[in-house]
């Protein structure tokens, strides 16, 4: 093959139960060529997120599914090398929905615009996967848009290491939140998000009773929870809300993402008699208004409202094994593969 090599990891089977390294084959393709309003883009960075799970499903969820033998979709940060779209340069470094291959064709159209990243910036690239990325906006959004957090406010927040958990609890604060609770797995990932992301207390769901914890540390219940896990986590929740909760459903970790259909919560009867208000989230639905997510982001940062963690691990061969690690054994905060520098 002459040229650059485009390497890429193809969806080889669809996945049973939880994502294995098996399911995806490694290729080498020929570069692609941008058509009328397409750009190529070489893949600098890819994002880690539980919904791509979602999309090696036959059914897809919110996004046509990856069909076999395609490269497998994911967030990720690129540079233009070729452009036939006038918004976008050759040089330019951009955002948006990319494949697990070297080289994609973007376009400026679909789910998510594909975004033109400022040129000049001290902060890392990287954080527009994470905290200015799909996690952190929609942290923001689902704290401030959805549950309307503010001051009186217990929030409860599921998942609270991960790339938008990490985010909830100093989000909640700088709105004036009077105490958040996060629940994560294990003594020292509680540790963890007490110590840097700005939790106030922090329950274990590897080793303690939720209810049981959740009546000592707020017996006059939760005001707002902030569910990234659904399943049982999101029943017992239901028995801890205070009257008139907010409940964000923003993602179901639990069910490990294997089909798009899943049982709903035992105690949905406490949505009725506490008069609860549950509601999903979506980012897309946000479209409109990334930019001013990304501002109000950049302002809580500046102040030191936010802790901004990432786990970087370097090689393109890396990619099928770290999609399952979303669904344990994951550090906290952004989980992302780099794959080459921009030039
Ligand atoms: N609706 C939207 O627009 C939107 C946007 C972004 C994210 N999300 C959703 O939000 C959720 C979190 O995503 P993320 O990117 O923030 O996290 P992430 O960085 O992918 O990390 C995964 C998190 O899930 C937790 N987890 C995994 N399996 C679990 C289980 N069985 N029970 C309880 N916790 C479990 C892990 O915590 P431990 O290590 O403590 O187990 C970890 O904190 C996902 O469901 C994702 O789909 C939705």
Redesign the pocket.
Known sequence: MNGPVNRQWLLARRPVGAVVPEDFRYCEAPLPRPGVDEVLVRSLYFG????QRIWLTDHGGYLPPVQIGEPVRTMGIGQVVDSRHPDYAVGDLVEGFLTWQDYNIARADGPMPLRVLPKSEDMPLTWHLGVFG??GL?AYFGVTDVLKVGPGDTVVV?????????LVAGICKAAGADRVIG????AE?CRWIVEHAGYDEAID??NEDIGARLAELCPEGVNAYFD??G?D?LDSLLLSMAPRGRILI?????S??TDVQLQGPRNYMFICVKMLTVQ?????FYRDRLQEGGQEMGRLIAEGRLHVEEHIVDGFEHAPALLPT?????R????LLKVADPV
Do not use: H, R
Request: charged content about 10%; proline content about 2%.
């Open positions: 880690f997120d539980a919904s799909v996690g929609t599921s998942a609270a290491t991960g790339a938008t958990g990490s629940i994560a797995g294990g990932k769901y590897q990234n896990v399943g986590m923003c993602g179901a970790m639990a490990g993402y999903g989230i979506l980012l897309t979303l669904f344990s054994g994951k906290p905060g952004k989980l």
